[in-house]
């Protein structure tokens, strides 16, 4: 009898080897130059093909469609932003309270290298497919796990935060700078729109530290 032979399972190629990694890497920076040109209208498969250097077959291997290219560029952009945020609240550039801040408000405002209207079509997109959500739990837990540090120690910088307030804290962070990006608001990466955000944040922290200070009791759990 003949054993019947069996079809081999397509897989989506993963990006392991140094190539494929680059070819993935490439495909995520045409699109971002396309999306910056011509916002989502002028996004298509074959436009961010020509613009990576390799034929729609060879992007098709690395991503299913345009929502994968979208979604795969929100993640690549969210994991820069967190490691720029991890820094910050590492205290690499300035250990102060205001510098760690203000650290994190540059790097969640500058993220996707100052590309303004690719940034926008990505977080639009993002926000169409339900996972908007989720990315923002994703910032607010990493500040809520990477912070809680800064609360400890013989001499803290300031009191450690309840969960409650690890919310209020990251939704006026990430959804004040959100609704600029979404209504473009030209003051955008202006340094007066970080000074007002730093004020907000700073003026937050201090007033949980003094109640902490009158009211050493307090649970914050």
Request: glycine share 8%; hydrophobic share 50%.
């Amino acid at each position: 009898m003949v054993a019947r032979r069996q079809v081999p399972e397509i897989k989506r190629r993963t990006p392991r080897q140094a190539r494929a990694a680059h070819t993935s890497a490439a495909i995520l920076e045409g699109a971002a130059q396309i999306l910056e040109a011509g916002g989502l209208a002028a996004f298509t498969t074959n436009a961010v093909a020509a613009r990576a250097g390799v034929s729609i077959g060879t992007l098709y291997q690395y991503y299913a469609n345009k929502t994968a290219i979208l979604l795969a560029l929100a993640e690549q952009e969210q994991q820069a932003a967190l490691a720029a945020v991890g820094r910050a609240l590492r205290g690499e550039s300035d250990p102060s309270v205001e510098g760690r801040v203000r650290a994190i408000v540059r790097a969640v405002v500058h993220a996707f290298r100052g590309r303004p209207r690719a940034r926008k079509a990505v977080l639009q997109a993002v926000l169409s497919q339900g996972v908007g959500f989720g990315m923002m739990m994703s910032v607010a837990s990493f500040i809520a796990a990477a912070g809680a540090g800064v609360g400890q120690g013989p001499k803290p910088l300031l009191a450690p935060l309840a969960p409650e307030q690890v919310f209020v804290l990251s939704r006026a962070l990430m959804g004040t700078i959100r609704a600029a990006v979404l209504e473009e608001q030209p003051f955008l990466t202006s340094r007066g729109f970080e000074d007002e955000i730093v004020r907000l944040i700073v003026a937050y922290l201090d007033a949980i530290t003094q109640s902490s200070v009158r009211d050493p009791d307090r649970t914050t759990a």
